[in-house]
């Protein structure tokens, strides 16, 4: 059992590592300008420089691919930034003052929020201020921030009750210090996990809005526009919807792995039953 | 040919037939006539009333299949009787005199006479909401001189008037049939209003008592379809028996099997127009506007957006109208030309475009061809209708967008200031003002003109002349060719 | 047991009351007058101004706020700006056809999913039960519109055994129905499964573990046979937990599928009405939906109360 666990952290840490190079490296070098239409080499063959042919604008995909990249670990970090930013301290407080007003609000709202999933938000958010990037990001962020606050309180209650803290509260240490020096470090692993799940599910989401027209602006390389721009030619030139649906899918599948291969790393409870 | 108006419709977006599946039984035992068809769209109308409602979808649907004017423009783009049997002209060229066909009745059972040409002239000025019932100002009374005859009394000699009697402000409605326009149209048609499921598709039945040749389906079927790809999936499975207009140019090989499917290749009055703001900065500036335009390869362009369908065109006329000249040489692709105009100035301007097929594919070709000269354009999609309409037509607030102007001989709207070119040429409104009231050799000389200045000027650019492109299923006869009316007309389609 | 239920209850009306003032607020910041929008670019003001007083668009926010919701109480969802007519019926109608895309998305993710799970947990130590384990991971890394662009190609361009779309309501013709929602459902339906498979191998995996079951096994008895006796039950609480959150997920997943099957459902409405600015329309719509994930939530609540007897 252990082994097949380290199994899909090493696969998924890889899989991670490689989106991670790719973008990384594509702003210092891309084989072909992604945007550069060039109606000479429309639908070309893969080969001589454009190693997985062109789309009908001339575009490369390889430079497109690398870019889009780019583009996924955008969404997926201004989208999970946010979740946390906001979830992880509402999460805390809640969790620090199970029985108060505040810790009820919190958590109503929560479950507000969470009424209003992120296809929803971003497609409302996108007729307000109109669809792209950032537009849709904020929305996946948003609707994410439940499962950041859930996650935060659950693991705050087990760590409340634990010895440390409950000696730092016998020591009447005050409970933002108890928050930053006992709370934060003890979940901080739970938190990596759902942020890796998260990311996840933000390329998911950054997808299905490209392909329903609310997500990442034209021209800038995205993998779900590729997917969706790539359509009329299935038939065709099936190559153009192969890779950005394969890149969608292994990018997904490598934060997925990540997030399970560090939750059972991490959880000391997992670990002792394995 | 007074302004003529704005519907800005979809483009091609709206021409299908669809055949609705209703021929279960039909292939298979040889039967000779099928009694329906389907035909896929692409934009659905929001109601059925095109007196309050803009937009291209519900002429497209109702116009010629279900309301009939006076007139109605042939495949060859000439006026052709239709309610009327024949008109005179004064010698004054002031003055028509409709003879009406007898017999004819709505499909309410109401008779249609005389009165009810008056009632719907009078009704364009009363009642109807839009913009282009402007191009009626120039009648000056309507009356009834006996059962089935009618005058119009012009203010003066017009060029347009008749012509706009053949688009949808001609119809015809019953004096007893306009209280609910949005869901139960009325007309004298060959088809009237079945059912319509919201959000899937409208049924036109067959018209029973119509006047004329009965038609030969018993039903047509209008399917709507958001997706391209989905539309055409549905051809290839069976659910549709044509695609009214195709909006995935490159997907056209799926249909190259000669022994299942005809695809149809014709003409439209699309003219794509890359729109420049001439009321604010940079394109305020007619040089910046001419370096755009030598900036654009607009094959290139057309081959790559638009699989190379379509044709080039250098202003706002098509060469299906009579004052067509080829202006696709004004401005050559010269992106050093460009750059010289320029006198090496950068500029940053925002695109706002339709999200629509043809726009978002023309607008990454177009963004990729300024950048090489200087001009870095942001791309911003806007749902259409309702939010490019707001924010690009009415405020004008844009440097560049992309729409297909798909009205019949729209030349006119370039001669409002107020309209969203923000175009300004005192000279180019005394041509046009002129050749609706000249001759028929002086409306053409004067539009021909017309055409040249807004070309030199580089009012705008014109990226291509959009296609009519329809596939439809082997047997399926009286499709129309060229899509150069409002109206997707039905009239002559069979299935064999 | 009562009390918590009306607790729960009296949260549910809370929030979808608290729900709807959110909705209506960021309804209000929609740009563009629905007058203005309806009668095109040309209109007088008067024109404006009276359709406006039509609408009732002239009111304070306050007052709009309570009439439509005062309205939404007893099912009126008011009269669309742009195809003048009642809103209710409409969203009534694609409720039934997105309801069902979803419940039938529901059942194919179970039947995928529980006897899936359950085997790779029962056999989680052979390369078979590692091998769907691995699979589930791939199925969920697939966008449902992704599957459902593949299938549309397979079975229906390619085999032409299934159509490629549209929708045939169940009382014009149910053998047309059913062939026309297979295809949305097995995308709706696998790519979830695969993420339930998960949860249900996980459920069931712990549920091993328990002392009982140990016992069982001690004794000599078949796992099996003592999974079945015992165990489902304990293991259907965080399995039915989970089913709650995805049918909310469904329901969204929904929209996308479709877009590409052409279903005129509530996801198809609402695109419409954003594309067409019909406010109240898209007001009615998001209502509905995130009225419908805050009712699926009680239902789980209440389920999860009834299921687990260490919380009765």
Known sequence: MRGRTNAGLVVGGALVGLVVLTAVASFFWTPHDPTLVDAAQKLREPGGGYPLGADKFGRDTFSQLMVGARTTLYVGIVAVGIAAALGVPLGMIAGMTPHGWLSELIMRVNDLVFAFPALLLAVMFGAVYGAGTLTAMIAIGVATVPAFARVARAATLQVMVTDYVLAARAAGRRRPAIAVRHVLPNIGSMLIVQASVSFAIAILAEAALSFLGFGTRPPTPSWGRMLQESQELLFSTPRLALWPGLAIALAVLGFNLLGDGLRDYLDPKLRRIR | MRRIGIWIAVGGLLLATAACGGDSGGSASGTPKAQSLAVGFVAEPANLDFTSTEGAAIPQALLVNVYEGLVKLDQAGEIVPLLAEKWEVSGDRKTYTFTLRDNVTFSSGAPFTADDVVFSLDRVKSDWKLKIKSQLDVVDKVEKKDDSTAVVTLKQPSNGFLYAMATRLGAMFSRTGVSDLANKPVGTGPYTLGSWRRGDSIQLDANPSYWGTKPPLSSITLKYFKDATAMNNALLTGGIDVISSVQAPESLQQFADPNRFEVIEGTTNGEVVLSMNNDRPPFNDKKARQAVRHAIDHKALLDTAWAGRGGLIGSMVPPTDPWYEDRTGDYPYDPARAKQLLGGKTYDVKMRIPNLPYAVASAQVVKSQLAQVGITAEIEPLEFPARWLDQVFTKGDYDLSIINHVEPRDMGIFADKSYYFGYDNPEFGKLLASADQGTEQEQTDDLKQAAKLLSDDAAADWLFLFPNLIVAKKGVTGLPENAISESFDFTALAKQ | ?312
């Open chain 3, 1 to 312: 047991m009562t009390l918590y239920l009306l607790k729960r209850l009296a949260v549910l009306m809370a929030s979808t009351a608290v729900a709807a003032v959110v909705v209506f607020a960021f309804m209000a910041l929609l740009p563009g007058d629905p007058a203005e929008i309806a009668l095109g670019v040309n209109a007088t003001p008067e024109a404006v101004a009276a359709l406006r007083e039509q609408f009732g668009t002239d009111r304070a926010p306050v007052v709009q706020f309570l009439d439509w919701f005062g309205g939404l109480v007893q099912g009126d969802f008011g009269t669309s700006y742009v195809t003048s007519s009642p809103i209710g019926p409409q969203i009534g109608d694609r409720l039934g056809v997105t309801a069902v895309l979803v419940l039938g998305g529901m059942a194919v993710a179970l039947a995928v999913a529980v006897p899936l799970g359950t085997f790779a947990a029962v056999h989680h130590r052979d390369p078979l039960g590692a091998a769907i384990s691995a699979a589930s991971q791939v199925g969920i890394a697939i966008p449902a519109f992704l599957a459902g662009i593949l299938f549309v190609f397979v079975f229906a361009v390619q085999a032409q055994v299934l159509p490629s779309g549209g929708y045939v309501p169940f009382a014009e013709d149910p053998g047309e129905w059913l062939r026309g929602l297979l295809l949305p459902w097995a995308s709706l339906g696998l790519v979830q499964g695969a993420v339930l498979t998960r949860y249900v191998r996980s459920a069931v995996l712990d549920v091993m573990r328990e002392d009982y079951l140990r016992t069982a096994r001690a004794k000599g008895r078949g796992s099996t046979g003592a999974l079945w006796r015992h165990g489902l039950r304990n293991a259907s609480v965080p399995v039915v937990t989970v089913l709650g959150l995805q049918l909310a997920t469904l329901l969204i997943g929904a929209v996308v599928v479709e877009r590409v099957f052409v279903i005129p459902g509530l996801g198809d409405l609402l695109l419409n009405g954003v594309a067409g600015r019909d406010l109240l329309l898209v007001q009615g719509v998001v209502m509905v939906l995130v009225a419908a994930v805050l009712l699926i939530n009680f239902a789980v609540d209440v389920a999860y109360h009834l299921l687990d007897p260490r919380l009765r």
